[in-house]
């Protein structure tokens, strides 16, 4: 059983930087790659990043890659996403996501466990 607590959203410029943090209970947290999804109003829930469970390995989505940076750390059994040069497009729940499979998904119905997710607002 793994729990996932989001922190960091908020309000943010066009052009700005924001750091999300997933902070995981239970001590099998190393055994899970994580990922990240968000949810804009009206939209499904898409893939935005993930990384394997030991962090040597990072997939990110086309819309992020070259902003935003997934990175982990096991010993803090906490996972982040750095975003950087958001635009209004970017708005939405951002969420974290665990799961035990090494192989790369993008697809949320994979994942086993979710945090209540974060809001991340980017103005214009």
């Known amino acids: 059983q793994v729990q996932l607590v989001e922190s960091g959203g908020g309000l943010v410029q066009a052009g700005g930087s924001l750091r999300l943090s997933c902070a995981a209970s239970g001590r099998t947290f190393s055994s899970y790659a994580m990922g990240w999804f968000r949810q804009a109003p009206g939209k499904e829930r898409e893939f935005v990043a993930r990384?394997?469970?030991?962090?040597?390995?990072?997939y990110y989505a086309d819309s992020v890659r070259g902003r935003f940076t997934i990175s982990r750390d096991n010993a803090k059994n906490t996972v982040y996403l750095q975003m950087n040069n958001l635009n209004p497009e970017d708005t939405a729940v951002y969420y974290c996501?665990?799961?035990?499979?090494?192989?790369?998904?993008?697809?949320?119905?994979?994942?086993?466990?979710w945090g209540q997710g974060t809001q991340v607002t980017v103005s214009s």
């Open positions: 996501a665990a799961v035990r499979s090494q192989i790369i998904r993008v697809d949320h119905a994979a994942y086993e466990y």
């Open positions: 990384i394997s469970w030991g962090g040597g390995s990072t």
